[in-house]
């Protein structure tokens, strides 16, 4: 059968038998390149953060279908998809925030706060590779408003380790709600 152009590469699965314990020195080091990143995020160092991210990842958000209980493993459909990256397109998205005023929609930027919990981490079939599972709570404010929004998430990563440090290789953000509560996806979860 042959793949659908659309789907994403599957990602590694999260076998309890490869679970990393939590508190160990590569537990560790998975949770400060979570919040290091969140902090970029936050404080718009979005070139820093390109110097974090591989150069053949995949990042993905797909939609998400409310379904009946019996029905959950069609609760999120990768054939479409809100956001469908690879490096280059994340390029060209940072550029257009940094670099021009085409991006009205982040100027004046919104002000986020990434908030990363629940972290798992997994050994893969590939030694320099670890699955990294999370949850995200980001807040976000825009303009003058006195509301926010928020957007409940899990993220499924992969962090690669290689010689200048750990890279984000691939990326899936399953948002909670299947209708956003946001404008636009004009930023990276």
């Known amino acids: 059968m042959e793949k659908n152009p659309l789907e994403p590469r599957p990602l590694p699965p999260s ?11 590569l537990y560790n080091d998975m949770v400060e390149f979570m919040y290091d ?5 936050d404080t718009l160092r979005l070139r820093d953060w390109i110097a974090m991210v591989a150069k053949d990842i995949e990042y993905t958000v797909p939609l998400r279908h409310t379904r009946a209980t019996r029905d959950q493993d069609k609760s999120v459909v990768r054939t479409v998809q809100h956001m469908y990256d690879d490096y280059r397109s994340i390029m060209l998205r940072v550029m257009r925030v940094m670099d021009t005023r085409s991006a009205w929609g982040e100027d004046p930027p919104s002000r986020t706060k990434h908030m990363v919990s629940n972290i798992r981490v997994y050994r893969t079939d590939k030694e320099d590779e670890f699955k990294v599972h999370s949850y995200l709570l980001m807040t ?3 303009f003058d408003h006195d509301k926010f929004d928020l957007i409940p998430c899990e993220r499924h990563d992969v962090i690669r380790k290689t010689e200048s440090g750990y890279q984000l290789a691939r990326r899936e953000v399953i948002i909670d709600q299947a ?10 979860l």
Do not use: K, M
Not at 181 to 186: A, F, I, Q
């Open 15 to 25: 076998l309890r038998a490869n679970r990393v314990p939590v508190g160990s020195p």
């Open 37 to 41: 990143e969140a902090e970029l995020f």
């Open 179 to 188: 209708v956003l509560g946001t404008p636009n996806l004009g930023i990276f």
């Open 140 to 142: 976000r404010n825009r």
